[in-house]
């Protein structure tokens, strides 16, 4: 007999037929004799409601008490469960992250796992039953409910496998981890076994199937994952650091950041505190930093352009207002049409580049920035060039 940590996420939790049909397939897996742990995310869209609820109200609501409003979405997954797993006649009970033994680091709203003390889940599984943690939540050292960060339950699943010591199976409603999402490429050819590190740099850069945390905690306590879908009987995806069954074409996949903007300040002086004053604002209106670029500067000025997350609906905007009524002197400009494209694998060397930018060129696509990285080159594009580049280098590359 084993454990297992299963995840279902909010779409496979997404309704009162889905949690019976959820039910089910737990009581299955406990029927072949394992011991059963399930996360679960918040119903459907319920967080965003959540969110949308608190904004109604405030436009930037306290952190403290907006974990404590987003962690309710999971106490009603969990309970449900319990009471679906219940009505077929097995013993099930439901645990917050706190009754779960969950403590936290860190701030509201990004919280992190600190430890797990898993007694009382492994009491109640010795007990027969099926134990149901909610995910994305914990408790920290002030006994406030935190949570960590959106799409946290996958954290919450792998890190309770990493203190079990056993496997997790993250049921998702795609069926597993493609190398570009199969909406944009439907050429794309399930992967059946990731190594953490592709899938890292994959998630980190885009890739929406599993939130980077995750695997990072899988990587570094060595928790093996399968991703698979909740509705299907298919064959999904291995996350895992076993070389020998690893995927190892040279490229994996493509991760695409829809999340991007460039916000461009010129005429910023070197000698005040204008850089202070900017990165004040960008911070104030939760707009994440994802690169800094200097274009042209003397001894005097400089002209930063800024890769920062879309934020919320209107945060560039404000931020840019702000930027402006505080520091008159310098010119602001804003391009909301981009996207990241990155490319990863283990293999992007010279060669792989240079076939690239022959497809920039044949296919007459700009790029307006590149990066790269260890196991990962992306570019910053307009969006109507986004669909090509996806299909040219897709197809480049056979993935
Ligand atoms: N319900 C949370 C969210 O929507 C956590 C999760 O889904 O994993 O972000
Ligand atoms: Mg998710």
Redesign the pocket.
């Known amino acids: 007999m084993s454990t297992i940590v299963h995840k279902y ?1 909010g779409t496979s939790m997404g309704s009162i037929e889905k949690i019976k049909s959820v039910a089910k397939k737990v009581i299955l897996e406990k029927e072949k004799g394992n011991d059963v742990v399930v996360v679960v ?1 918040a119903m459907g869209k319920t967080t965003n409601k959540l969110v949308d609820l608190a904004k109604e109200i405030s436009v930037n609501p306290d952190k403290r008490e907006l974990d404590v409003l987003l962690s309710t979405g999971e106490q009603i997954s969990i309970s449900l469960l319990a009471i679906a797993i219940q009505s077929l006649g097995y013993d099930a009970i439901s645990f917050t992250g706190y009754q779960a033994g969950i403590r936290t680091k860190g701030i509201h709203s990004k919280s992190e796992i600190e430890s797990i003390d898993v007694d009382r889940i492994k009491e109640n599984l010795e007990q027969g039953k099926i134990v149901i943690v909610a995910g994305f939540q914990g408790i920290n050292e002030s006994g406030d409910i935190t949570t960590l960060g959106r ?1 946290g ?2 954290t919450t699943a792998v890190a309770l496998a990493a203190s079990l010591g056993c496997n997790c199976i993250i049921y ?1 409603d795609v069926e597993g981890i493609y190398p570009v999402d199969p909406k944009l490429y439907p050429n794309a050819k399930k992967i059946d076994c990731i190594g953490y590190k592709e899938m890292i740099e994959m998630s980190r850069l885009g890739a929406g199937v599993m ?1 980077t945390t995750s695997v990072e905690i899988g990587y570094r306590k060595n928790v093996p994952i399968y991703v698979t879908s909740s509705s299907k009987d298919t064959k999904g995806t291995y996350i895992t650091g076993n070389e020998s069954t690893i995927n190892c074409k040279p490229i994996i996949g493509i991760a695409i950041d829809n999340n991007t903007s460039i916000l461009t300040i010129k005429n910023i002086l070197l000698k005040s505190n204008d850089i202070s004053m900017i990165f004040d604002i960008l911070s104030n209106e939760n707009l994440e930093i994802k690169m800094i670029n200097q274009i042209a500067s003397d001894n005097e000025n400089t002209n930063l352009s800024f890769i920062v997350s879309k934020g919320d609906l209107g945060c560039v905007d404000k931020a840019m207002y702000e930027i402006k009524s505080e520091l008159n002197h310098v010119e602001v400009y804003k391009d909301l049409d981009v996207s990241t494209i990155s490319v990863v694998g283990k293999g992007i060397n010279y060669d792989v580049i240079n076939k690239i930018f022959n497809i920039f060129k044949t296919n007459n696509i700009d790029f307006k920035q590149a990066f790269t990285s260890e196991l990962s080159i992306s570019f910053i594009v307009d969006d109507k060039y986004k669909q090509s580049f996806i299909e040219l280098v897709g197809d480049e590359f056979n993935l």
């Open positions: 996420g995310s799409g339950s996958d998702t939130e």
